[in-house]
């Protein structure tokens, strides 16, 4: 199928044909096996062929024993192996968060020049992924919906590549909890300014200071490093200006779950494996869509929200088919602060004014 039908590999494995090379040569050291006198090792391209094809459907292990004729067993530990594998190969290339001044500015320079939102460092969410109740945990892992699940936390920059995620607490656990026990929060909210997020900054056009930030839905309190939208309630004119421009920035998180998601159908499965190696699974599947958008960043144009000429939505691809659950939110725990308020206030009225207004903005709040 590689060498005669790249189209059909490609829908096979996930991953273009050039860059199913780059993995395999890149982990086959890690994975390959010596070859005894009673039996012959799998050979590191099968290994990885087989736990690609998993994280593309969420076949079974009996399922993937017909297709490539390895003992259920075996494949459960193959999969663990390649996951690993990838994951020590990949994992400090793909995703790591920004620890300098300079990588930040140019995330937020991305998401001013694409998403028209400026001093934005990235878009957080979480989502369910559904899990076999765990072994000897109760409820400990069933969520608002009443299925078991894991949570897939993540800061998305705005090419839809994911900056950090924190992936395996428990389905019962919310938005607020998970990111307030997060080393995210700790270090954007650190006094030190251990992430070195760039200094307070005029926005384009004005002459106030503004801090740099990331964006989130109203699961997340408010401060000076994390802006949400306004409630629904008694909104004013720059209120609800302020939470389209949101809401254009936080598509990007949106749909890279949605990409994520359709991309590697496993994680739309009920997975039956225990809670490490789902971590693992989760994991590499958000690795490879990474090396997916650093490659190929073509490759997910058709699956993605575009916008029409006059601005209005075209729904991606993703959006047609099953998607991953939000995380229960519970905004008692996250009440945000005093100064993120008046910092979002002050942004309202910016978007509103001459100098951070856009033309269409107006007709897309009708």
């Known amino acids: 199928m590689k060498t005669e039908d790249e189209k059909a590999f490609f829908n096979y494995t996930r991953l273009p044909r050039g860059l199913y090379d780059e993995v395999l040569r890149r982990v086959e050291g890690r994975i390959e096996k010596k070859d005894t006198w009673y039996r012959k090792s799998l050979p590191p391209g099968l290994k990885l062929s087989i736990t690609l094809r998993h994280l593309a459907c969420g076949d079974n292990y009996p399922s993937l024993s017909y297709n490539f004729r390895v003992a259920p067993n075996t494949i459960s530990l193959i999969i663990n192996e390649v996951c690993d594998a990838i994951k020590a190969e990949f994992a400090a290339e793909v995703i790591q968060c920004p620890t300098t001044t300079e990588e930040w500015t140019a995330i937020a320079e991305q998401f001013e020049k694409r998403w028209q939102f400026p ?188 916008e029409e000429q006059n601005l209005n939505v075209i729904p991606g691809a993703w959006r047609n088919d099953k998607v991953l659950l939000d995380v229960y939110h519970e905004r008692a725990r996250n009440t945000g602060t005093q100064e993120g308020r008046q910092i979002r206030r002050y942004l309202g009225h910016y978007f509103t004014s001459k100098a951070g207004s856009v033309p269409w903005q107006d007709k897309m709040i009708l």
Not at 182 to 207: A, Q
Not at 209 to 238: C, Q, T, W
């Open 119 to 306: 001093h934005c460092c990235g878009a957080l969410d979480g989502k369910h992924v559904a899990v076999t109740c765990p072994w000897n945990t109760g409820s400990e892992y069933r969520n608002y919906k009443g299925f078991f699940s894991i949570v897939l936390m993540a800061l998305v920059d705005a090419d839809y590549k994911f900056l950090w995620i924190d992936v395996g607490s428990d389905g019962s656990s919310n938005d607020a909890s998970i990111y307030n026990g997060s080393e995210l929060k700790e270090g954007l909210e650190s006094p030190n300014n251990i992430f070195n997020l760039p200094e307070e900054k005029s926005l384009p056009g004005d002459d106030v200071p503004v801090p740099y930030y990331i964006v989130g839905d109203n699961a997340f309190g408010i401060n000076k490093s994390l802006m949400n939208p306004f409630l629904i309630r008694n909104m004013e004119h720059h209120d609800r200006i302020f939470n389209y421009r949101l809401s254009r920035a936080r598509r990007v998180v949106e749909n890279a779950f949605g990409i994520l998601a359709h991309k590697f159908r496993v994680l739309l499965r009920t997975m039956n494996q225990r809670p490490g190696t789902c971590r693992k699974i989760i994991t590499t599947c958000v690795i490879l869509h990474n090396l997916i958008r650093l490659r190929y960043p073509a490759t997910h144009n058709n699956m993605m929200d575009l």
